[in-house]
């Protein structure tokens, strides 16, 4: 009589899921994003005082005592200008990212369900685009609408928006030629049901992380068309008009383009870290 075989327990390998290691760095940078919203949302908060209160007689005062980054050539706190420079930077970079984002997923999914034509007209439109250099084609748009916030915003959107119509006509190419929305078309779900349960959820998760991405980029572009005078008038507070205006004063005031310089450095910076962090999340590489 043999013994009976020995049970062995069936072992099951657990494996770790990565997420993004919060290293030093990348908190300092996720805390400047926030200190970055806040002061978009509640300048009033953070600003010693009005970002329009002239007063002559502290004209080019160095950073120091009172006015930790100075004072401009009227006399007006630089400290509060760009703390409160930082609502109209922002809305720029986010306004333009999200009008591209829109409008990009729409011109993929039309690319990428329309037909053979649709993909054909959309995609030679977006090679257009993206063959013309971005600065030139803002400029453009903006000598015809003219100059001012909101055009701005249009003319980033519009050689931003290619970005987006590619990848959104990749992945819902993918995504619709998968079993589970075959199966769901065979079960006789209207296309429109399926587009929007199956082909536009799963096409637009890794927009978000470009998304986080290009609204960086899309506030340097915003303060370069200020800086070149297309963006909000003065004395609105704007950094890259407050660049552009202490850059005339750079041999006897440098606190007047510095500060509001590296204010966008270190905004764009951060942002930048924060998406490539979610990016290599979302890929499953440690960040």
Do not use: C
Not at 21 to 38: D, E, I, Q, T, Y
Not at 130 to 137: G, N, R, V, Y
Not at 156 to 184: C, H, K
């Amino acid at each position: 009589m043999t013994a009976p075989a020995a049970v062995v327990p069936e072992v099951t390998a657990v494996v770790p899921r990565r997420g993004v290691r919060w290293r030093p760095g990348l908190w300092a940078a996720g805390a400047f994003v926030a200190l970055v919203l806040l002061a978009s949302a509640f300048p009033g908060l953070l600003a010693p005082e009005a970002p329009d209160a002239a007063d002559a007689l502290r004209a080019l005062q160095a950073p120091g005592g009172a006015h930790l980054f100075g004072t401009d050539a009227n006399g007006r706190d630089v400290l509060s200008r760009v703390i409160h420079g930082a609502r109209p930077s922002l809305l720029a970079g986010v306004g333009a990212t999200a009008l591209a984002l829109v409008s990009g997923t729409l011109l993929g999914l039309l690319a990428a369900l329309g037909g053979r034509a649709a993909d054909e007209i959309v995609m030679r439109l977006m090679d257009v685009v993206l063959s013309l250099p971005s600065l030139l084609l803002a400029l453009v748009v903006l000598t015809v609408t003219g100059p001012g916030p909101l055009p701005s915003v249009l003319a980033i959107a519009l050689y931003t928006m290619p970005i987006y119509a590619r990848l959104v006509r990749v992945q819902a190419n993918v995504v619709r030629r998968s079993v589970y929305v075959e199966a769901a078309v065979s079960l006789g779900l209207r296309p429109s049901r399926v587009v929007l349960r199956h082909v536009l959820p799963n096409a637009f998760a890794p927009l978000v992380v470009l998304t986080t991405i290009e609204v960086g980029a899309a506030m340097v572009a915003a303060s370069s068309l200020s800086y070149l005078g297309f963006g909000p008038k003065p004395p609105a507070p704007e950094w890259g008009a407050m660049l552009a205006a202490g850059q005339q004063y750079f041999a006897i005031a440098w606190w007047m383009a510095v500060f509001p310089g590296l204010a966008i450095t270190a905004t764009v910076l951060a942002i930048t870290a924060v998406g490539r962090a979610l990016q290599q999340r979302s890929e499953g590489r440690p960040a």
